[in-house]
């Protein structure tokens, strides 16, 4: 099995503003973005399953002509709130590090 590390070259997460999280998953070449987008796995369901958020308020957008794919969702905590653990959301794509997808082909 594969991780997004053998699809990308860049994952992040950062701020859109006070109460938007996004992250960024910019691919390594045509091969390996085409094979991401096929296996379905940067889907709502499972941004929302990790970050507690309505599947319908969240926005998945492949760039293919960049390579990438975006995710956009609402951040857990608003920025800078007391409960805030990462102000900056550049921690927030760590869950997704070490899951499990189908190696590209």
């Not at 997004?4 to 996004?22: H, I, Q």
């Not at 319908?56 to 609402?74: D, E, F, R, T, Y």
């Amino acid at each position: 099995m594969a991780t997004l590390t053998d699809y990308c070259s860049l994952v992040r997460s950062k701020n859109a503003g006070p109460f938007t999280l996004t992250f960024d998953f910019m691919c390594h070449d045509q091969a390996t973005y085409d094979a991401l987008v096929a296996t379905g796995f940067l889907s709502r369901g499972l941004f929302a399953s990790l970050y507690n958020t309505d599947p319908g308020q969240i926005l998945v957008v492949n760039h293919p002509h960049a390579l990438a794919v975006k995710v956009s969702l609402p951040r857990p905590t608003v920025q800078g709130d007391l409960h805030d653990s990462d102000c900056y959301a550049g921690q927030q794509y760590a869950p997704l590090m070490d899951m499990e997808l189908p190696a590209p082909a």
